[in-house]
């Protein structure tokens, strides 16, 4: 069979990667499984996109669509085209989509509407605020879905909530998790480390670029005044998404421990967060990244599409009210914070099931 795997920004590349390996391992085992892939072009910036090919071993794409920067619109109606033409020159019988970006759901509805069958994987996540794009990003994506690989039980129910027949919904685990723990022992030490002094457990990894904290100035300023404030002194590491770089650009803010860096490599990132006292953040990835690794993770958000990080893991929703992020501090260093454990199934073998699965409906 013929399958067409989508990535088009950060958080993608590090979830497609297992799932190539897989369906490679698969190949070489003599299954008839042969994939293209494509890179819309969404991210381009070489610290959003290449470093993850290289670091993560994921072949070249196949293609670039190269649609590059632009408003929600713009995107998505420049990776529908490209994808369009893609898909007509080069015909599949299987488009894989993972997370909830925008190529995620462009790529998705063009799929559908040739006929094609589409498999989601991170299927059924729902944070309940349509303010956010990704959200509505997963349930157009989730709308016309034919195979939906989960993260959780929670997600499954969200799915079978909307009438989703439960023979299209497989629980598999997470595939950001198989990254992870594939990749733990190669974690490294980013440059600022030495230059900066950093010891293990007494610095925080701070991570914002979600419109609703950053784009408006006085609620972002407010926020990282709070967060310095409440710091005491313990340098906070922030490596700046190109998104809030243009924004921070514009501001004036200097803090003595607030240390701005370029965005980092995966593995000199995940370093940073295995040995930081907490993390600060408003992704949805990285929370279940500190989750695995046992790190106390605040996030400046009001719902999450990943309660299972909350409920089982390190993570706590502490929103941007400057009283909640200031308690949550004090619980930080009075030693209070909760002892988190895995949710089910994140054991580093998603990819695997979600191919087994594969392999299955297609009785190949
Ligand atoms: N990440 C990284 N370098 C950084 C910041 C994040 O490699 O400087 C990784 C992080 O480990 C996680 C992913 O990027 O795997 C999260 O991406 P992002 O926060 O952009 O997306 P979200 O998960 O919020 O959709």
Redesign the pocket.
Known sequence: MQITIVAG???NF?KIAPIIKEIEKKKNEGYDLNYRLVHTGQHYDKKLSAT?FDELSIPDPNVNLNVGSGTQAEQTAAIMIGFEKELQAFPTDLVIVV???TSTMACSIVAKKLHIKVAHVEAGIRSGDLKMP?EINRMVTDSITDYFFTTSKLANNNLMQLGINEKQIFFVGNV?IDTLLSKEKDFRQPKAWQELNLKSKDYFVL?L?RPSNVDEESHFKNMLNEIITSSRNKPIIF?V?PRTKKILDTLDINFENLHFVE????LE??YL?KHAFAVLTD????TE?ATMLNVPCMTFRNSTERPETCDIGTNVLVGSSIEKIKKSFEKLFDGNWKKGAYPELWDGKASERIIEEIIKIYNL
């Open positions: 920004a950060r958080p590090i993850f997370g909830d970006v990704e950001m991570t670029h490596p998404h965005p980092l490599s995966y990132f995940n967060v992704s949805g990835g990285i990244e």
